[in-house]
């Protein structure tokens, strides 16, 4: 390796090898060592084979950049090393001459996951644009019932007044959903200002505190030296308090949420045909409670999927809406023993 070159190869994000003429892996770099779990010196002067098996995939590619093809990608490649899955991947191979063949692997998931939260967020934008005029469809026609309700109470005796005052009741009860669902719609462009992780952190931590998960206890994993991200504060706090809200709601009595957040600087995430992403900042709310129903696992995020016989589902929706909005990223992992939310964040940077 080029000795100039030497920092730029261990820098790149993705695993990457060189592969001699004879199948041997020549170079490694950091993220290979990651990827495969196995550190570059043994990895180094051993044949490539060894790791993926015969006949794998990622064997197939180097052999066809060796002969005539020069540069291939084979996608969604199942990658083994040492007879263990190490996930799917996108795998390139280019040959750079004298049959040596610089091979990259593009993991797949964090892409994927990407490409699912922008399409949580189209999802949710078709929702607020149905939501909004059906608001104010619904908002005429309330105001009349409620209106007439008033009117009639006036001649009624006790008993009777007592169902017009159920009337009024509800009519105001879908007076305050319209509201609320009509707000989904309503966001506008977030704004674009610095905004400290903790500050938010403890405001959405405060009201829950005061409300819904009084029956919580909070433990907190913060790593001080966060940076602020960008975006608008208000926003990311509704993120976290709908965080909160489902953690106290799945959460036994006496349950757990913990708040955790770490500052990852040098990560960067590429989606096909977009810009690279930075997204260093992780802020993680997990809870103790019986995690996520296995039946709505891979649609939690999408609008209207909720188990709870008051919700919405709507809450990881706006979840979703809100982060990719703010070039971020949610995921989420959940097993028997608990559910854990990962938001992922870039940072503010100072107009130049
Ligand atoms: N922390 C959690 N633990 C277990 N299940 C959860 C958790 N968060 C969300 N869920 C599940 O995801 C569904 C959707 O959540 P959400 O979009 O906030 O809607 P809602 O809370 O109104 O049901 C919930 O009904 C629940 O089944
Ligand atoms: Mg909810």
Known sequence: ??????????ALPFPAFVISSEGIIAEVNDAAEGFCMTSRKQMQGRALAGYTGDGAAVLDAVAQAQGGMRSVVLHDV??????????????????????????????????????RSLSHRNAARSVAGMAAMLAHEIRNP???????????????????????????EEAKRIGDLVNRVEAFGDMGPSAAEPVNIHDILDRAKRAAAAGFA???TFKEVFDPSIPPTVGSADQLMQVLVNLLKNAAEAAPA????????????GVKLSLPGKRSQS???EISVKDNGPGIAASILDDVFEPFVSTKASGTGLGLSLVSK???????????KSDVNGTEFKLLLPVWKEAR
Not at 85 to 92: D, I, L, M, S, Y
């Open 1 to 10: 390796m080029r000795q100039s070159f030497e920092p730029i190869w261990l």
């Open 78 to 115: 199942q990658v083994g090393w040492g007879g263990q899955g190490r996930g799917v991947a996108n795998v390139q191979a280019t040959r750079l001459g004298e049959g040596e063949v610089l091979l990259m692997l593009h993991p797949r998931s964090i892409a994927d996951k990407m490409d």
């Open 142 to 168: 309330l105001a009349g019932i409620s209106g007439a309700a008033q009117l009639l109470s006036g001649g009624l005796s006790a008993d009777d007044r007592e169902l017009t005052e159920v009337i009024e």
């Open 214 to 216: 009084a029956h919580m």
């Open 254 to 265: 006496g349950g757990v949420i913990t708040l955790k957040t770490a500052y990852h600087p």
């Open 279 to 281: 997204l260093p900042i």
């Open 322 to 332: 809100i982060m990719a909005d703010h070039g971020g990223v949610v995921d989420c």
